[in-house]
Each structure stands twice: as structure tokens, then as C-alpha cells.
Antibody, heavy 123, light 108 residues
Framework: QVQLVQSGAEVKKPGASVKVSCKVSGYILTELAMHWVRQAPGKGLEWMGGIHPEDGETIYAQKFQGRVSMTEDTSTDTAYMELTSLRSEDTAVYYCAVAYCGGNCQGAWFDPWGQGTLVTVSS | EIVMTQSPATLSVSPGERATLSCRASQSVTSNLAWYQQKPGQAPRLLIY???TRATGIPARFSGSGSGTEFTLTISSLQSEDFAVYYCQQYNNWPEFTFGPGTKVDIK
């Protein structure tokens, strides 16, 4: 059974960068398609990007292109999400989640999810 | 972008009653629709994918239906642990995944 454990809360100043980690246990990271979803306080869920389960390509939501980078350290089965040029609107809980897709893989659902990492951007 | 809407925003239900949640897509997503449950301070949990397939370990009282643009999540007999926020998510086209704004199910 896949378990995802994320790094702890972060407080950053506007303009800084943050790197959140997601450690996989119970499975090998290279056999999973890891994605990232964020949730601003009291708000809904927003998909940021992730790895295509079939071709392994990393894709980012257009909103975050140029500011986000998703990487993996296969030696430690840890995925990372780095977000740069932080602004107050980036204050949110950031989740990693494993993506699965059906027969023709038009898209993916997410299961399971990490416990979340709160990133606060404040001067 | 496919916009997802959910209704109602809040649903007040008594334990043991049936709850019916709606999700609508701005254009057809065929059956590429998932439902998640989120409790305060917790990560979302997958309930349903493919519009109607229950995820592993999800009780049979949760059922999903619909296709195209109209979808429904039904909880046949609400238990105390079911009071939460429920989100739908469409996944009809890489790389565009969008979630609905959520329906909060609370105790009547």
C-alpha cells in the first residue's frame, strides 16, 4: 500500500522559493505518477502538475508554468515540488498525490494523497 | 477550461438519511469524473472514479452516477463519519484537471 509523507510547514517571504518533499513508502517512486495539488485556506482544490502515467512526461498547469518544477530522487523515493517567485496568493496547503488513469488515459484521478504541507507567504 | 459546478453548496442532513450531491461540467467529460471526501485538517480521499466505480475500501453506501455533463454522488444512509466536504474532479483531457468548489454535508 502506497503511503506519502510530506515535509513540514514553511514560512517564506514574497519573492522567495519553496521546495516541498513527498516521501513514498510501500512502493517504488518510479512506478508511480506523482502529482501536486494545492488548496488555499478555506478554498477548493487546484491541480498544479505532475507526471503522465503512461509516457512519464512532466506536465504543468498553464497557471504555474515557468514558476514550478517537479522532480524526483529515485534513490530515496522522494518527489519534490519547487515553487519560485512566491506571492501572498501562494499561501496554501500543498498536497502530493498519486495519479491513475483508465483504459485510454485521457486523464487521471488521484489516490492516495500526502498529508499536506502548509506554505505561508508573508512579509 | 472546463468549469465544474457543484450544488448545493451546503447540504444539511440527519444521520441515517440519504444525501444527493450534484456536479455539473461546462462541457462533456464523458465518464472521466471522480469524487473525493475531505474532512477538516485532512487530505482529500478518493471515493469514486470513472463516474461510478468505488475506490478500494469505500463503503457501498457511496454511489456515483451520470455521464457527459451531469453527475451525482449519493450517500444512501449518512453515518457520522460522512459529514465532510465533497469535491468532484473532471479528468477528460490532459493536462487540464479541474475540481468543483465542493459541497459541505453537515448535520441537520
Amino acid at each position: 500500500q502506497v503511503q506519502l509523507v510530506q515535509s513540514g510547514a514553511e514560512v517564506k517571504k514574497p519573492g522567495a522559493s519553496v521546495k516541498v518533499s513527498c516521501k513514498v513508502s510501500g512502493y517504488i517512486l518510479t512506478e508511480l505518477a506523482m502529482h501536486w495539488v494545492r488548496q488555499a485556506p478555506g478554498k477548493g482544490l487546484e491541480w498544479m502538475g505532475g507526471i503522465h502515467p503512461e509516457d512519464g512526461e512532466t506536465i504543468y498547469a498553464q497557471k504555474f508554468q515557468g514558476r514550478v518544477s517537479m522532480t524526483e530522487d529515485t534513490s530515496t523515493d522522494t518527489a519534490y515540488m519547487e515553487l519560485t517567485s512566491l506571492r501572498s496568493e501562494d499561501t496554501a496547503v500543498y498536497y502530493c498525490a498519486v495519479a491513475y488513469c483508465g483504459g485510454n488515459c485521457q486523464g487521471a484521478w488521484f489516490d492516495p494523497w500526502g498529508q499536506g504541507t502548509l506554505v505561508t507567504v508573508s512579509s | 477550461e472546463i468549469v465544474m459546478t457543484q450544488s448545493p453548496a451546503t447540504l444539511s442532513v440527519s444521520p441515517g438519511e440519504r444525501a444527493t450531491l450534484s456536479c455539473r461540467a461546462s462541457q462533456s467529460v464523458t465518464s472521466n469524473l471522480a469524487w473525493y471526501q475531505q474532512k477538516p485538517g485532512q487530505a482529500p480521499r478518493l471515493l469514486i472514479y470513472g463516474a461510478s466505480t468505488r475506490a478500494t475500501g469505500i463503503p457501498a453506501r457511496f454511489s456515483g452516477s451520470g455521464s457527459g455533463t451531469e453527475f451525482t454522488l449519493t450517500i444512501s444512509s449518512l453515518q457520522s463519519e460522512d459529514f465532510a466536504v465533497y469535491y468532484c474532479q473532471q479528468y477528460n483531457n490532459w493536462p487540464e484537471f479541474t475540481f468543483g468548489p465542493g459541497t459541505k454535508v453537515d448535520i441537520k
